[in-house]
């Protein structure tokens, strides 16, 4: 049998990283071997336990350092925590850069907004949805125990919904508003995301596509956490064998 792969969890007693520490457990292949809270130093739980593999779900303040020091400790990670920029990510991408330079096995970092499959296919039927319809607009729904809003696969969405409207020619969507600007939702790359905040929600997202005399809505639902978790495992077995930096879980499930 071969070995299984040691993983490392940062943000282990939050409800994600606790519900990857379970998940990372009952798989044959990997074994949990640190878990890893505020205040712990990174780089020495993962060297002290021989981590292979990293899961970040910490918070949006936390989580670039904590790419920074896993690279530093020559430890593969996967990131599931919201708060990432262009520039930040620009920042892990020249790091990994400069560690692979001269490494035998090059290190991969994947980033992804969201593990869960019915929330990467809406982000790919969004995108390809957006090139035909005049206006379209996001609503993510959350527990109210969320940190950052509008969430990170809502600003995710709203880039491709975007980028394929700059594709295919289109202008700004219609919109008449002359007053309570507030009331329309945050403006993410010229599309409009509202976020609902509801005890009982776990994580869900609506996209909605509006034509004269027609809608396409494209909905997903996270009843439990439990739904990120074959995501999160694919990302851990895939990840030392893509060096550099990836971000979306589409491209490790083929769609990207
Ligand atoms: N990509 C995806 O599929 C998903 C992403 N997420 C994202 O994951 C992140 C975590 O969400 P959630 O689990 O609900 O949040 P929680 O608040 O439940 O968990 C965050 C945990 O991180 C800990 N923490 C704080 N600072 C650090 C640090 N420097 N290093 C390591 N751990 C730290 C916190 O500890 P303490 O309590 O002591 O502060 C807490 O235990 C969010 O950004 C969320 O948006 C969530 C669901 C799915
Ligand atoms: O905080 C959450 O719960 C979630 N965060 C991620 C996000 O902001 O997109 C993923 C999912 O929506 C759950």
């Not at 609506?206 to 034509?211: A, P």
Request: aromatic share 4%; with cysteine; charged share 20%.
């Amino acid at each position: 049998m071969s070995e299984k792969t040691r993983v490392a969890v940062l943000g282990a007693s939050g409800r994600m990283g606790a519900t990857t520490c379970a998940a990372v457990e009952s798989a044959e292949d990997l074994e949990l071997a640190a878990r890893v809270g505020r205040g712990d130093d990174v780089t020495t739980s993962v060297r002290e336990s021989g981590v292979q593999v990293a899961v970040d779900f910490s918070v949006p303040d936390a989580t670039e350092a904590n790419v920074h020091a896993l690279i530093d400790a020559g430890v593969h990670a996967v990131v599931g925590t919201t708060g990432w920029t262009a520039a930040s990510r620009g920042r892990v991408a020249e790091h990994l850069a400069e560690a692979n330079a001269g490494r035998e096995q090059p290190l991969g970092v994947l980033i992804a907004p969201n593990f869960g499959l019915s929330a990467v296919l809406v982000m790919r039927f969004a995108a390809q949805a957006a090139r035909y319809f005049e206006s379209a607009e996001i609503v993510e729904l959350h527990h109210p125990d969320k940190v950052d809003a509008p969430s990170g696969t809502a600003r995710h969405t709203a880039a491709a919904i975007a980028a394929a409207r700059a594709d295919a020619g289109l202008g700004p969507m219609p919109d008449a508003t002359a007053s309570g600007h507030d009331a329309r939702g945050a403006d993410v790359d010229g599309v409009r995301v509202h976020a609902v905040r509801l005890r009982g929600l776990v994580a869900h997202e609506e996209v909605l596509l509006g034509n004269p005399g027609e809608q396409l809505v494209i909905r997903q639902d996270s009843f439990d956490r439990v739904s990120f978790m074959p995501g999160v495992l694919l990302a851990v077995r895939r990840v030392p064998s893509r060096p550099g930096l990836t971000v979306g879980l589409e491209h490790v499930l083929d769609l990207g």
